[in-house]
């Protein structure tokens, strides 16, 4: 399979890199906005990794280019209290999970798939990469990490969807242990 399904809320951001900040606040001790350019200066990663797609389809072995979150949170240094973060995307797109998730090693700030620059369907210029949760916790077009200490709900996550959504104990819906 030369590509993988495209899922989203409908509404697809037409973002120039040019355009693109990633804006980190909240609960930490260095708030910061990253431009596109800023992004470049990292050290950019590449990972290998599966998706896992809570409508059970699963897509093995996708190549990854994109800069470490755990570079991002360093940067931002966490206050104690940070235990959870939602993230918001330029589609207005929101999903949250616990501050630890984000520090594991192929969790990317990922701008290539294979190669090959991320299309704007698949959430161009950059998207998060978390591949040991369901995938709808990778959001798309990613616009701001909020750090907190509350665990808040989500687009899918106050629809019925798991607050954590571990593949493999299939934690699809809240009902889900
Ligand atoms: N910004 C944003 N990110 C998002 C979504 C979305 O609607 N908006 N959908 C999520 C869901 S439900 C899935 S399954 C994956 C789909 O990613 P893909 O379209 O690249 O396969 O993106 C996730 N990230
Ligand atoms: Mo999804």
Do not use: I, Q
């Given at each position: 399979m030369r590509d993988w399904p495209v899922l989203d809320l409908g509404t697809q951001p037409n973002l120039k890199a040019e355009d693109w900040t990633l804006t980190i606040g909240g609960a930490v001790k260095r708030p910061f906005q990253w431009s596109w350019a800023d992004l470049q200066r990292e050290t950019q990663t590449d990972s290998t990794s599966d998706i896992h797609c809570v409508t059970a389809w699963s897509r093995y072995d996708n190549k990854w280019r994109g800069v470490l979150m755990s570079r991002v949170i360093e940067a931002a240094q966490a206050k104690p209290e940070a235990k959870f973060v939602i993230l918001k995307s330029f589609d207005s797109y929101t999903t949250n999970l616990p501050l630890a998730d984000l520090q594991?090693?192929?969790?990317l700030l990922a701008t290539h798939w294979d190669g090959v620059p991320l299309t704007r369907e698949h959430g161009g210029p950059v998207r998060l990469v978390v591949p040991h949760l369901y995938f709808w916790k990778s959001a798309k077009w990613l616009r701001q990490i909020w750090f907190t200490d509350r665990d808040t709900p989500g687009f899918w996550e106050s629809r019925g969807y798991h607050a954590y959504g571990d593949p493999w104990k299939q934690q699809r819906y809240k009902s889900d242990r």
């Open positions: 594991h090693p192929d969790v």
